[in-house]
């Protein structure tokens, strides 16, 4: 058994046991990125956070029933996928993950393990503490992100935010890996462009 497998069965016995301590480590490290991830689902960021709301609900109500066959996080995350698709029909929305255009090229500004052959100027002064045109460079990302169309960024959530490996991120959003390799390319160059404009401001 791997520590982070022993690391979530024991976070995961915490939570059982009613663990306010546990929960609160793990509302903080999950609940921003659910709530970017669901508003790209319904219509609206109070949407979002109603649905983050039921789906935290829900993961306390049936903590006992998480078995480690997946991550905790993954585990988590399909469920609000599941509330969350639930609501959109019920609003009358509906959102594919899946995106068969090409990569457009855009497999070149990463190496084989996707990251970036060049980081953008302003990279290495990146903290999430810096400020460029009165925003943290936290600010300008989460903007952007917000931005992004709802399956960039689902994976860029799951897979760059979240560290799912890609088999549990093309498994949740039922895409190929191929296709989530396109789709986190684009939202990785996207960030990439906004991050370079922020750099010719400063």
Avoid: Y
């Amino acid at each position: 058994m791997s520590n982070t497998e022993s690391d979530e069965q024991t976070l995961s016995r915490r939570l059982v046991e009613g663990d306010h301590v546990a929960f609160e480590g793990l509302f903080r490290r999950h609940n921003a990125a659910m709530i970017r991830f669901c508003t790209g689902m319904v219509q609206s960021r109070q949407i979002a956070e109603e649905v983050v709301q039921d789906t935290w609900i829900t993961v306390l109500n049936r903590i006992d029933l998480f078995e480690g066959r997946s991550s905790l996080a993954n585990w988590i995350f399909t469920i609000l996928i599941n509330k969350a698709r639930t609501r959109a029909k019920r609003d009358g929305r509906v959102v594919l993950f899946d995106d068969q255009g090409d990569s457009n090229g855009l497999e070149d500004a990463f190496d084989g393990r996707g990251r970036w052959r060049t980081l953008p100027a302003l990279w290495d002064d990146l903290t999430p503490e810096r400020h460029v045109a009165g925003k943290s460079i936290l600010q300008h990302v989460e903007a952007v992100i917000g931005t992004l169309p709802p399956a960039q960024r689902a994976v860029l959530i799951l897979r760059g935010q979240q560290e799912l490996d890609p088999s549990e991120v093309c498994a949740l959003l039922d895409i190929s890996e191929g296709n989530m390799r396109v789709l986190l390319h684009r939202a990785r160059v996207t960030l990439r462009n906004a991050l370079d404009r922020l750099d010719k401001e400063v």
